[in-house]
């Protein structure tokens, strides 16, 4: 469990990123910070393996709060993935995926070992083991970088945007990929986004932030769209536009759904 | 018969290949000044320069420092230490440092921070300590341009290097200061000729290193897109 306490964040050029912010995120479950650039979105992720310290408030992990802890091993018990990979352009993909393995003491052997398995984990094919990240599309970048953050198996898995500068296919299939991993390994994931809908997708608890890290609404998916907090929310997940008020319509004896705009975007199972 | 040819016999002249004065000897303490010059100077640089880049702290310093040592007549310099510490090896060292130390540390701050702050920035999140950031990350990354900072401090001073010769020591200078009083042009030319043989020599050795520091990884850095 990670839980914020009346944290806030005033950077030393004096910009207020954070501003007294409240939140538990519960255990292997997956909490998605979403919302405009200059929320504090990342700002609040990054309090989370103390890349950046609050000015005030704490943050704890599992009751415990986390300034305390030494960063460098706090680090290394978290899974941390971000966008544009951030991998090590001059070590290999197997090299990569097993850093944080290496940091932990492990032996390179062990290490290669386990980060085949990863690599196989995340789908990647082990005949891209040997190669370097320059040479890997973007999409192959990030699924080495998901890999890295989950080789030494983490409690917690931090995610900036993992999949914020790939293409839109490849994006859909990380997310489903994302999912599947999820379904499998129960994580406590922490994921931010400015993408309302990678963010009902992926979130079991959806964080809709307004400037200065303040919470517009905490909820379900669905809780959100049933009862948005106010014109904001509404604004900010779309439904004033009329992309998310469906309704059905009869065709060839299926029922197609039809957004409020006449564009048709599925059919209803029964 | 012309200064050229007249230098062809000069450096082909079976006397002037032993001795106490032979080229052999000149070259090999002329190599030994350089190399004991560029590796006082990489002590006292490279661990400057690494922790101004890794920092970002004090760079201004360093560039208005390297600005005023690049100014420095070495010569003068030479002869100032010369004063301070007496004749020997000690003041022409000293004073081929100061002109040893600008490339080194420009070469060292500035490629600290040609490395992308991306990838510095994941290195910090997977939990490396600031030491393996910059042992693991920065400097492998870096070694090029680190690279070239040694090797255009070598040439430098393989190049001035001549100077020690204006305080009684040896080295190729010898050539061109025993040349200038004797009036024999064709040593002179010589010992220039050697200088930039030497310098060459060296240069291409540095061209293979260069190489091999990019050369052990396959591709250049993933760039942000």
Redesign the interface.
Known sequence: MIEYRSVAKTFADGTEAVNDFSLVLPSRTTTVFVGSSGCGKTTLLRMVNRMIDPTHGQVLIDDVDIATRNKVKLRRSIGYVMQHSGLLPHRTVLDNVGSVLRLNGMSRKEADRRSQEVLETVGLDSSHASKYPSQLSGGQQQRVGVARGLAADPNILLMDEPFGAVDPIVRDELQRELLRLQHDLDKTIVFVTHDVDEAFLLGDQVVILKQGGEIAQVGAPADILASPADEFVSSFVGLDRGGRTLHVEERDGRSIVVDASGKATGVLAR | MSVASDTIDWLTDHAHWVGDDSIPLRVTQHVEYSLLTVAVASAVALPIGLAIGHTGRLRGVAVAVTGALRALPTLGVLTYFVLLSGIGLKAPILALTLLAIPPLLAGAYSGLESV?R??I?????????EW?VLR??EV??ALPLIVGGIRSATLQVVATATIAAYVGLGGLGRYLIDGLQLGDYPRMVAGSVLVIAVALILDGVFVLLQRLAIG???????R??
Request: proline letters at 8%; zero cysteines; charged letters at 20%.
């Open positions: 992308d991306a990838t920035d994941a290195a910090r999140a997977i939990g490396m300590t393996q693991k990350v492998p990354l052990s990884r396959a591709a250049l850095p993933v942000s897109s």
